[in-house]
């Protein structure tokens, strides 16, 4: 399965922005919808968003929505996050992770793949 490696997190002020960097191997990365996840300290990991194989259908979790775009370039087999308008509440590790499917699932269940994740802090 493809191998996926996460970069561009850091330290940020509350209304400023990152661009988060998934770097893929293999051959078949065009196959997979990709999706975002993040996990703050104590809390379960979550869903923030997902983009299908092709790049035509992208989808949100509403904390995000508006703030958050994912996109991917399948000729550099690299999947993106810009986040803009980050707030405080956005502090957490981001992953990203590979489903070979159709669609977008935002269950973590259903990903065959997950790079090692890269830290996100947004300061007051």
């Known amino acids: 399965q493809v191998q996926l490696v996460e970069s561009g997190g850091g330290l940020v002020q509350a209304g400023g922005s990152l661009r988060l960097s998934c770097a893929a191997s293999?051959?078949?990365?065009?196959?997979?919808?990709m999706g975002w996840f993040r996990q703050a300290p104590g809390k379960e990991r979550e869903f923030v968003a997902g983009?299908?194989?092709?790049?035509?259908?992208?989808y949100y979790a509403d904390s995000v929505k508006g703030r958050f775009t994912i996109s991917r370039d399948n000729a550099k087999n690299t999947v993106y996050l810009q986040m803009n308008s980050l707030k405080p509440e956005d502090t957490a590790v981001y992953y990203c992770?590979?489903?070979?499917?159709?669609?977008?699932?935002?269950?973590?269940?259903?990903?065959?793949?997950w790079g090692q994740g890269t830290q996100v802090t947004v300061s007051s």
């Open positions: 983009i299908n194989y092709s790049g035509g259908i992208t």
């Open positions: 293999g051959r078949t990365f065009s196959s997979y919808a």
């Open positions: 992770a590979a489903d070979l499917s159709v669609g977008i699932r935002t269950n973590i269940r259903a990903y065959d793949a």
